[in-house]
Every structure is written in C-alpha cells, then in structure tokens.
C-alpha cells in the first residue's frame, strides 16, 4: 500500500558528520559492494570496464566548495543517500504499491517485484536518492541495510548500515530519531543538525551535521609570515653557489 | 526533464482521443450513419490507446503495467489508468448503443465525457504534483493538458464528423487552450529554481556558511540521474521551438480553421488543423519537460 503510514514506531536514520567526512568514499563503495550481494538483485553497473561507465548507486559523494564573505574557501564532503521521509513523495506517487514505509522503523523500501520501472518515485524525490537498475530496470533505493540491521547471524558490531561500519574516520552514526535520548539525536542537537530543503515539506529523517566554525583559527594560517632568508651550507650551500654563479 | 518520447506522445495523443471522448459525450451535433459512428468512435479509442499502448513503453517492466491499477488511493498515476480504462469502457458502451439503436444516451454520454475530463486532468496531476519541479507544480498545468485535449478533440470530431461543423467554437477552444498556456509560460518564466529561492545553499543548508559551489562530482561519468532530471539540452533552442510550437499548435490551425469558414469547405478538412495542432503540441510538449528544472539539479551544479 502506497499509502503513508500516519506514524512510525521508530525514526531509523542517519547523522552524517561534514565536520569529519573526508570524501573518501568507502560509504559508497561498501554500500555498493553489500547491495550487490544483499538480499535484492544486484545492483548493477553497465559497462564498468568501458569507456563511459554507469551505474545505479545508492550513495554517492558529492564535494562542494564553500566560500565564505570574508577568508579561504572550504571544502565539504557531502555524501547523499536516501533521507528516509516522514512524509516520503516517492511513496505516494508509486502507482503498484512497490514503494512503501514501514510503519515499525520508518523505513522506505521498493519491494523489486512489485516495480515497473515507472521512474515516478525518482521524480518525486527533491534528493536524488532514487536510482534505476540499468539491467534489472526496478529502482533501487538505500534500505538503510534492513538486511544487516536485524540480522542475528552477523556479529552485532556489524549490525548497522555497511555505509556506518565502512567509515573510516566515523563520520557516520546510524540510530532512532524518534527516541530524543538516542545518541544521533542527541548528536544531532548538539551539532545543530541540518534536514536538507525542509520546506518542501518531505520530513526528512536524516541529518547532516554542519561543519564545525574553525573560520577563525583559519583565517591565522591563511597568509602565514613568509620564511625567513636562511643561508643553505654543506653540499646546498655549494650547489647554491654554484648555480648562483652560473647566472 | 528528461523529454521522453513515449511520454509526449502518449500526453498529446491520448489527450486528443480523451477529448473526442470529451465533446462526442456531450452532443456534438452527428447525424450518424453507423459507417460514421464506427469511425468516430474508433478514432477516439484509437488516439487513446495508441496513447496509453505508447505510454508503457518507457517502463522497465511493461509487462507488469496492470499492477499499476491497484494504488488509486494515494497516486495519480495509478488514478490515471483506472479512469482511463473505465473511460474507454464507458464510451465503447455509448457509441454500441449509439450504433445498434440509433439513439445517443445523453447521460451514458455525459458520464463518459466526465471520465474522460478526469482522465486527462489525472494525467496533468502527475506532473502538476510535484514539488520537485516548481514550474509544473501549479493548477495552470492541468488547464493546458485540459485545453489542449478539448481543443485537439473537437478538431478530430469536426473533422471525421459529417455534419456542419460549428466552426466559431473550435476556434474558441483553440484560442482558449493557447491563452492558458502562454499563461503557464509566463508563470514557469517565474518558477524557475532561482526565481523561488532554491539553490545549492539551500540544497545543501549551508547557505549560512558561505557561497556553495560543486566541486567535484560523486562520478567523473553521467547517471540515472543527471540523464534523468538534470537535462539541459535543447533549452539553447528553446525560443526557436516555442514559435514553431506557437506557429504549428495555434496560428495554422487557427488560419486553416478561418479559411474553411470562408470557402464553406467540407468539414473533413478540419483534419487538416488537428494533425498540425498535434504536430505543434509534440513541440510543446516537449519543451514542457525539456524546459524543466528539477531540484536534484541543484546538487549536480546547477545554479
């Protein structure tokens, strides 16, 4: 059923720290790795050995260059993947009920048999967080790896998001936004989390933690002094010389 | 938007038959040998599920398309479908009638031309939904799919009709459905991303920080969907198509339509002013997705 549910038990969703992502992209390469093997059909590549290689990814990192008004620019990794909705237009719009929202986590998932292929849901969605399978042509959406998350065959530390575990510097938590004493939302208020364009009125559940404000140690390092005048000796001393006379 | 063919074929075509359906159920005036009845009523069938058949083309899995039938409760889409199958049902009952009998049910005829409105107006409500996509996100959307229909209808009607053909009418309903959508043009001229305050800042929320610009891209390559919704070709000749669209959809059929009131020609010549509307709608209706900005494109470096 496309229908929204009118509340979810659980808020399941992600706090991406920009303060510490450093763009590596192992989020994205180990959420493409698990999804190729996970439960759904893989998530496939066309031509990736090829000159113009494509494919359905489920995250994807994107780099922006932020210049303030005064001081250097700044660079913020910024990885984007499904926000998990409230209020998610990619549901509603699904005419076969293939998209739907748990109503016990909140999660938002495609049941693949269902799907036509309509692409409807990926026009609905302001993030991008849609993708269609280039091979298997049903769309492909982050599961926030229902599949790992509630797994008991897996070690517990491994069960949360192959994005969270794959973090090489943490900068991804994985938790429930419906509890306020969870650590994301706790991180989250802390770190005054942003929702990304919540005026159109999705609710997204995902938060995205600004960077920190470091402008002003920044600005102290931006023109350092110039080094001071050292003459070179021993062999640098020589070969200075040398080409020094040399014109 | 990416201009999909399928789809600008099926939104014009299938608009057409609707609108036949449309003005058919609601009287236009048919004398109605049974030879006439089955052309018209074929004609109106046919545009509609060439139109629908077209439209299933660009699924990934056509084969599944009747699923598509069972979500009426929340999507448009699926509305669409429903209404479009009980349509064609409807109607395919008052031209049976109308040709085994002799007599037109008024109100079989009324009922099938309020599906067919609201088939049409389902149609439109799939794009004019989406917040996504601020320049069709307004009520003026579904008054040019529903202007268009009416006025694309009316003229295969008239012209596979064998009665004289209210001329004057058809011109109205031409000129209507243009007026409405130079008032979409307009309006989408101030609904561009920019113009509603929408920009990798606020994409991002990190407007208050600083000036955002893409750096880098998540691939060196394109995707699903940067070919999907960030497309930008053809918006360099956007101007050009908009007057052939305006030349082909309203001032030749317009013209066309003047000359037969003038030489009393017989109504089969109205074929003439559909098939060139059609042509010019194919125009607008692609620039209607080619001219569109998603606001995914904000993360992809549009500004």
Redesign the interface.
Known sequence: ????PLSTDKRLGLAID?DTCVGCHAC?VSCKEWNSGGSGTPLADVGAYGA??????LN??????????VGA????H?P?SCLHCDDA?C????????SYKRGEDGIVLVDEA???????C???????AR??D?V???MKKCTLCVDRIYNQTIPEIDRVPACVRACPTGARHFGDFADPDSSVSKLSAARGG????P???TGPVNR?L??R?TRRTQTATVDPPPPAETSATGFLGWLDAALERLG | MHPAISVIFFTVTSGAGFGAMTVIGLGFPLDGSRLRILILCLAACGLAVAGLIASTFHLGHPERAWRALSQWRSSWLSREGVAAIATLVLFFAYGLIWMTTGTRLAWLGALSATGAVFTVFATSMIYAQLKTVPQWNTGLTPAIYLGFSAATGWLVVAGLGDAEAPAPAGLALVVFAWVLKLAWWRQSARARLSDIGASPETATGLGFRGRVRLLESPHTGDNYLTREMVHRIGRKHAGTLRRLALLLGCVLPLGLLAAIVVLDAPSAFMLGPAGVMMAGLFLERWLFFAEAEHTVSLYYGHR
């Open positions: 059923m496309t229908s929204l920009l994205a113009a290689p494509s494919g359905a990814w994807r990192v994107h780099t922006f260059e932020i210049t303030p008004p620019a700044e660079i913020v910024f984007k237009p549901v509603t719009v699904c005419p076969t009920g293939a269902l799907c036509i292929g309509c692409g409807l990926a026009w609905a969605c302001p993030y991008g993708e269609m280039p298997e042509k049903v942003l929702a990304l364009m005026d159109l009125g995205y600004p960077p404000d």
